[in-house]
């Protein structure tokens, strides 16, 4: 693909003896949505982190805006430009943010590093962004302590998206948010896309908000790709056994949960 | 005290009116607003809602773990017998026959203790078992909640074990004092999906072969119909509705409800856009005077602001919601 703001390609991380990421290939179109899909020790948050810069990969190349990023930054000037390529929101919304500092005071600031605005266009800016994930001026002025997880999540995009990314690194960022305040979280990221062109990395282990957030999927396990292709497809009908399992793990309607790996241990005990 | 909404005698669990307030920034304020709650002996009953709803309160109620300085008004009885009234042995006897299952086992487990004392204290406390034959019984137990090689596990320290197997402990150790009533909190939300699967029916299977009653916490609606009869919806302190499971997921009688299952992306479609509530769940001394839910009501009416409304019996079930009927016939007669 010709197009693609980010491509990955034979991404290997090793730690120590662990090899926790290998041969992870996959690329992200221009304002695209590519989930990540794995449980808990697949990856996946390696994979994100390398992307940012925040681990080095052992081996393999990660590509953004056409620009190799493999290698650490050599200038505090290289570190700005990658910054401003690729943003990232993690899962936990009560960890991300300077107590001390309000919303706007954190935007603004990322404006003043990333944008050559001057102090007025910046305030405007900051409304703006506001405005597109739903916070007003009071919440925007508010301590983070105020503010409610869904509220800080919001703010954590707004931030990211100052920097005006090509492409959003999303971290299970809607996993630790209540069910009605995720909905209206989803909803931003949707218009966001909608409205910005940027792309969305979007790494998730809920199938249900991957399916209304992203085209295109990933399934990872044990630190590779086992399965890919677009969202729907991938989810009306796994192929791979394991993407089947986790797709038959989701409680639903009809849902029975079911012992998988603890069958010998029930036969075990039937047998005495 | 005589119970409105039926007469069944085999209650196990009756919650009745139950009102908690907590010292909170220098004064009392309430987190649980005449909460009536009933579980019958066997039966799974789920209650959901969302963070502040009250639904962890009121667990922690039944066995009396309520922060300090709270102020109880209301009866919880558990097998007929007045859990306020309990004291000293009787309190920890009612403890270890309501065990609670939390959200983060390593929160609840002596980090410096191996499995295997914390399997059997339990045990040799107050039944005096043996230390050798408590040792057998938590091995036993561990088999059957799908932890293979028990023996070696019991010397182990919960650092060694993941999340999933450690939480199978938790059940284990609550299983292990023949209880009447488990009390699970949110017990896997930290998990995998496909390990939450496996515990889930681990928890399920046992509670079935025992006759164990459960009291299952969580903030998700589709699990809670998955493995409890009957589940209760809780929002800004209240229970807004209680229904058979499965009914209440496909055809919710309350707004709330009904607003909670659209707000959940489907697995099945991608929505246009999911419809959401305005603004926030509330705690209960959020809350508005009328409805708690009024605020951030589609169907709100003057009189839902006037008049809070309390459970009423409504097509099998109970709703908190004056125009319950009126919503009811609505949706019965499908929109063009």
């Known amino acids: 693909m010709s197009e693609a703001i980010l491509r990955v390609e034979g991404l290997r991380k090793v730690f120590g003896q662990a090899v926790a990421v290998e041969e992870v290939s996959f690329s992200l179109p221009r304002a695209g949505a590519l989930a990540v899909v794995g449980e808990s020790g697949s990856g996946k948050t390696t994979v994100a982190r390398m992307i940012v810069g925040l681990d080095r990969p052992t081996a393999g190349r990660v590509t953004a805006c056409g620009r190799d990023r493999s290698q650490p930054a050599r200038s505090a000037r290289e570190r700005r430009r990658r910054g401003g390529e690729v943003q990232i929101v993690f899962q936990d919304p009560y960890a991300s943010l300077d107590p001390r500092q309000s919303p706007a005071a954190a935007v603004e600031e990322v404006l003043r590093l990333h944008t050559r605005l001057d102090r007025g266009r910046r305030r405007a800016r900051v409304a703006e962004l506001a405005d597109l994930v739903g916070l007003d001026e009071r919440q925007m002025a508010a301590r983070p302590a105020r503010l409610s997880g869904g509220q800080r999540q919001r703010v954590a995009i707004a931030r990211a998206l100052a920097a005006e990314p090509r492409i959003l690194i999303l971290d299970e960022c809607v996993a630790a948010l209540d069910v009605s305040i995720q909905a209206q979280v989803l909803n931003v990221l949707s218009e966001v896309r909608e409205r910005t062109g940027v792309a969305y990395l979007f790494i998730s282990h809920d199938l249900a908000v991957v399916r209304q957030v992203t085209d295109d999927v990933i399934v990872m396990r044990h630190g590779s790709v086992v399965e890919r292709g677009p969202t729907g497809q991938v989810l009306d009908a796994p192929e791979h056994p394991y993407t089947r399992l986790l797709r038959a793990s989701v409680p639903g309607p009809g849902w029975r949960p079911t012992r998988r790996i603890t069958q010998q241990a029930k036969q075990a005990k039937e047998t005495r | ?336």
């Open chain 2, 1 to 336: 005290m005589s119970n409105p909404f039926g007469n069944r005698t085999s209650d196990l669990l009756d919650i009745s009116g139950l009102t908690v307030a907590l010292p909170l920034g220098g004064r009392h304020r309430t987190v649980l607003s005449d909460v009536s709650l009933r579980v019958g002996a066997g039966e799974a009953v789920g209650l959901v809602g969302e963070s502040g709803s009250g639904k962890s309160m009121t667990a922690r109620s039944i066995v009396r773990l309520l922060p300090a300085g709270a102020h109880t008004e209301g009866s919880i009885r558990l097998g007929g017998a007045d859990v306020a009234a309990l004291r000293g042995p009787a309190l920890r006897d009612l403890r270890r026959r309501v065990p609670m299952v939390f959200q983060d086992p390593r929160a609840h487990i002596n980090p410096v203790r191996t499995i295997g004392d914390f399997l059997t204290e339990a045990l040799r406390a107050h039944s005096r078992t043996p230390r050798r034959a408590g040792q057998e019984r938590a091995v036993r137990m561990l088999e059957e909640v799908g932890v293979a090689d028990g023996r070696r596990r019991l010397r182990q320290y919960p650092h060694e074990l993941s999340g999933g197997l450690l939480q199978r402990v938790m059940i284990a150790a609550a299983l292990l004092t023949e209880p009447h009533l488990l009390l699970a909190d949110e017990p896997t939300t930290a998990l995998d999906v496909t390990t939450q699967a496996e515990v889930m029916a681990i928890l399920d299977e046992l509670r079935r072969e025992r006759g164990l009653a459960m009291l299952f916490i969580t903030h998700d609606l589709e699990l809670a119909a998955a493995v409890c009869d009957r589940t209760a919806v809780m929002y800004a302190g209240r229970v807004m509705e209680v229904r058979a499971s499965d009914l209440l997921h496909q055809h919710p009688l309350h707004p709330y409800t009904a607003a909670l299952t659209a707000a959940r992306p489907c697995l099945d479609r991608r929505a246009e856009r999911l419809v959401t509530t305005a603004g926030r769940p509330l705690s209960a001394f959020e809350a508005p005077d009328g409805c708690p839910f009024a605020t951030r009501c589609a169907h709100v009416r003057q009189r839902c602001h006037d008049t809070r409304p309390g459970l009423r019996p409504l097509a099998g079930g109970q709703v908190a919601c004056v125009r319950a009927e009126e919503l009811h016939q609505e949706r019965a007669v499908p929109h063009e």
